[in-house]
Each structure stands twice: as structure tokens, then as C-alpha cells.
Nanobody
Framework: QAQLVESGGGLVQPGGSLRLSCAAS????????IGWYRQAPGKQRELVAI???????DYSDSVTGRFIISRDNAKNTAYLQMSSLKPEDTAVYYC???????????????WGQGTQVTVAS
């Protein structure tokens, strides 16, 4: 199984920037997808950004042009650079991984514990 370590959350003013990171470790053969979903109070969890093993990305329309996701394959780590942050970006951001396990050759989906991002003056 894999372990996820998330970091980078915090409080930032509107218009500011934050960078989230998510590092996956363990028995991972292929990290197919890694990225973030977020959930704001009273709202459903939604996709933020996902990057695939071929570096193909998917973004929510609400963050396109402001957020950039990247990955370091040597570290099995993804980064989410968030710029021009808005109060509506306030949410708990959950790292998500989709991978093939090295020991079983089966596909797994894991969620991180989440990190709080608060955008406020």
C-alpha cells in the first residue's frame, strides 16, 4: 500500500499564492494519476486538478489559468501552484492518487487526510 504526505496549506490573502505538495510512497509500480480534490463547507467535493503519468492534466474550469499542477516522477510527488487565489478557493484540499501496486499489480485509489486552504483578508 501507499502513503501520502500532504503539505502547503494555510492562510493567504486574496490574490496571493500557495503551493501544495503531495508525496506518495510505498509499493507503487505506476502512479497513474495524482492530484487534488477540494471540499468547501456546505458543498460537494470537486476536482481541482489531476496529472496523469504521461503528464496530461485535467483542471476544474474554476481554476484553469490560475492553478498549475506538475509532478516529479523521481519523487512520486505532485505540486499544485495556486495563484490569484480567491475567497471561493477556501476549502479542504485532498490529495488523490490512482496507482498500480508493485506487489499485486492491481489498481488502487487513495485519499490523503486533507489540508486546509483559507483565502481571506
Amino acid at each position: 500500500q501507499a502513503q501520502l504526505v500532504e503539505s502547503g496549506g494555510g492562510l493567504v490573502q486574496p490574490g496571493g499564492s500557495l503551493r501544495l505538495s503531495c508525496a506518495a510512497s510505498g509499493s507503487i509500480l505506476t502512479l497513474l494519476r495524482i492530484g487534488w480534490y477540494r471540499q468547501a463547507p456546505g458543498k460537494q467535493r470537486e476536482l481541482v486538478a489531476i496529472i496523469r503519468d504521461g503528464s496530461i492534466t485535467d483542471y476544474s474550469d474554476s481554476v484553469t489559468g490560475r492553478f498549475i499542477i506538475s509532478r516529479d516522477n523521481a519523487k512520486n510527488t505532485a505540486y499544485l501552484q495556486m495563484s490569484s487565489l480567491k475567497p471561493e478557493d477556501t476549502a479542504v484540499y485532498y490529495c488523490y492518487v490512482d496507482f498500480v501496486g508493485a506487489l499485486t499489480n492491481e489498481r488502487y485509489n487513495y485519499w490523503g487526510q486533507g489540508t486546509q486552504v483559507t483565502v481571506a483578508s
